[in-house]
């Protein structure tokens, strides 16, 4: 496993724009970090086992969609002998960069398994947008979804190093300086 620097680990509801702050933020410090996703792991036993493709599993699109709840359940399964073997996963495969941005921690398990494993390098951030902005996205409530521990797990979670608000890109440009602030190696 490669050793970087600094972890940022976001968090927030669906469609509150963890992947796409952890993108802008990528992209403005060209090179110097990669995204990592806790949920890449998961997603890559679902796309060989049935026969998808990765890719489409790991974008915004309906395929995330239509096998969420079933890749929740298994996943549950593993984290209940293991709870931190997908961080650990996810962390395996990531390249040798100064950053990596964690796009999806959902659970208090996730930031205690970070917190162990790379301790004073980690800074958190809760992402806060309004429920009519997410459901302009494309949100709706989904039972058995977003009333599990993986969409709350973290909702009364009270230590973030930052908490931001995405409901508009009015706001992108002050949220990016906030976000280079708090990973200021
Ligand atoms: N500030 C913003 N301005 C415009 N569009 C945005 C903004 N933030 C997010 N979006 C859009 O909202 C949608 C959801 O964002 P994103 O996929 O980043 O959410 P997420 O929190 O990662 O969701 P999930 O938990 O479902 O994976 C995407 O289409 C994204 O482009």
Redesign the pocket.
Known sequence: MSCPNRVLLIS?????????????LCTLLDGKCCILRI?EPIKSYYATTHNLSLEALMS?GPL?EKYRKSMTEWSEEQRFKDPGCFCEAACTKAEAKELWIV??VRRKTDMEWFKKTYGEKIRSVR?E?DLE??K????NFVEGIDDTIGECGLDDYDSWDLMIN????D??KENLQSLVKLIAI
Not at 136 to 139: A, F, I, T
Request: aromatic letters at 6%.
């Open positions: 927030g509801k669906r469609k509150s724009g963890k992947d796409y702050i952890a993108e802008k949920s915004d995330k796009s999806d992402i947008t902005t997410r302009d996205r494309g949100w995405n409901n508009s890109d706001t992108l």
